[in-house]
């Protein structure tokens, strides 16, 4: 094979996305190669549609507002994000507490409204499905309307768990969609709750697996069904609580626990197209693949550091990347895609994001993990498959077959000093000389 052929594309601390020389072929033994092996099919990379994001992009000029959001969303871009996120009602990176429907005792949704939605998330997704109208939008809730819980608060509580509040939250999802589905928008999946073990300081909602299990058995998947509504329901977005390392002395069994008590249920398994596993949601993943290998999996909102956005953390998010990817999932979600400085929610904590605003210069700053995910994202299209990898580089890397039989290795350089791959495409044996702490992206025309 002719070194023409072959594309690298290497970042590090010091310069990102710098494009490489490719190295001749040699003779000898390869430490990583691709095998015939194949597994799941990636469906794609996004984000998450949140009102602090579009508050932070507010601040750029037009055209650097543009290119920002060209270089995140239009198939010819930099990461040609393919599927994204949004909630329904707050998040914790929301301006304020607020619901879709806080009239109390609504249970006919007559007062259900997605007004505050047409003023920050609503633009900010329209804004992106101009450059690219075949994203696909799946939602979650953080909250349910306080008047629905107990106790009556957008933080902590639960669902009440009445028929007459269960019949009124299903039919709060079908509103949501047919809302949105006016305003020429699609949601493409429901994710019933977002972390269903996380009992936070900013809205949440606590579920057991078997709450989760009755409620898209008996209320979701026929409310769905008796409007008509084509959205797919999955069982996410699943995590664990914190500390997470008390669930660690546990059986690995109790982080599924979820979806093995849902999915073992004909009835309600009949309706869940997919699961999202999150945050220590990682330690379950591959055992729910391993039972349920014909569902399709995503990770649903990647892990976001302290607002720092060091090289250091980008490189534990590769290892996320490469832990799902490894375990099976279809889709990978960054969170925060844009943000001000330090990332501050309005609850207070402060996190990463791929891009960082500067209100005061009006510039758009390029952070580590943006690298990161255009290292996958850039190259890795929908439809693309995963293929197997072997060799002592294995666990640093990963590898896809693109529809058109390009073969795309994207791999890290974890160590302080620069490390030589052998790497084998075919009957050819290539060396590549990665530089410290570097992520590269070689790909095999």
């Known amino acids: 094979m002719n070194n023409s052929n072959i594309r690298w594309i290497s970042s590090t601390r010091d310069a990102a996305w710098k494009e490489r020389n490719a190295p001749d ?62 909630p329904i009602g707050a998040s914790d990176y929301a301006l ?52 629905m819980k107990f106790p009556k608060a957008y933080n902590y509580g639960a669902l009440r768990w009445e028929k007459e509040i269960l019949e009124a939250y299903a039919l709060y999802f079908v509103k949501f969609v047919e809302a949105y589905r ?41 409310a769905f069904d008796k ?61 729910t693949v391993q039972s349920y ?14 607002g720092t ?25 960054y969170w925060n895609m844009v943000l001000e400085p330090k990332g501050r929610s309005t609850w ?7 891009i960082t605003v500067d209100p005061g210069a009006h510039q758009a700053l390029f952070n580590p993990e943006y690298y990161v995910m255009k290292h996958f994202s850039h190259f890795v299209t929908p439809g693309s498959t995963r293929i197997g990898l072997k060799g002592p580089w294995t666990g640093n890397a990963l590898a896809f077959e693109r529809p058109n039989g390009d073969k795309v290795v994207v791999i890290a350089n974890p160590f302080t000093e620069a490390r030589v791959v052998r790497f084998s495409a075919g009957n050819d044996v290539y060396t590549f000389e990665l530089e410290p702490e570097s992520f590269n992206t070689i790909v095999i025309q």
């Open 96 to 147: 304020e507490w607020y619901s879709l429907n806080e009239t109390d005792g609504d249970l006919e949704m007559k007062h259900f409204s997605i007004e505050r939605d047409l003023k920050y998330l609503i633009p900010y997704i329209k804004e992106a499905l101009t450059y690219n109208p075949e994203l696909k939008l799946f939602a979650s809730p953080w909250s349910p309307p306080t008047w």
């Open 25 to 86: 072929s040699i003779s000898g033994d390869a430490n990583l190669s691709i095998t015939d092996e194949k597994f799941q099919v990636a469906e794609g990379f996004g984000g998450c549609f949140n009102e602090l994001g579009f508050a932070a992009l507010s601040h750029l000029p037009e055209d650097e507002r543009a290119k920002v959001m060209h270089a995140l969303f239009h198939p010819d871009g930099e990461h040609k994000f393919s599927i994204c996120r949004l």
């Open 227 to 287: 409007h008509g509504i084509d959205a797919e329901i999955w069982l996410g977005t699943i995590n664990a609580p914190e500390p997470w390392q008390e669930w660690l002395k546990k059986s690995t069994s109790d982080f599924n626990a979820y979806a093995f008590t849902v999915l073992s249920d004909p009835e309600a398994y009949k309706y869940v197209k997919g699961i999202g596993y999150q945050w220590a949601g990682k330690y379950g993943i591959q055992r």
């Open 182 to 222: 006016n305003e020429g928008i699609t949601i493409h999946q429901i994710h019933v709750q977002n972390e269903v073990v996380a009992d936070q300081k900013f809205p949440s909602c606590l579920w057991t697996g078997e709450q989760l299990r009755d409620f898209i058995r008996d209320y979701l998947g026929p």
């Open 309 to 333: 956005n060091t090289w250091d953390y980008a490189k534990y998010v590769f290892n996320l990347y490469q832990h799902y990817f490894t375990n099976g999932v279809n889709a990978y979600m």
């Open 293 to 306: 290998p014909e569902l399709r999996y995503m990770q649903t909102e990647n892990e976001c550091g302290d």
């Open 348 to 354: 207070g904590w402060e996190q990463n994001s791929m």
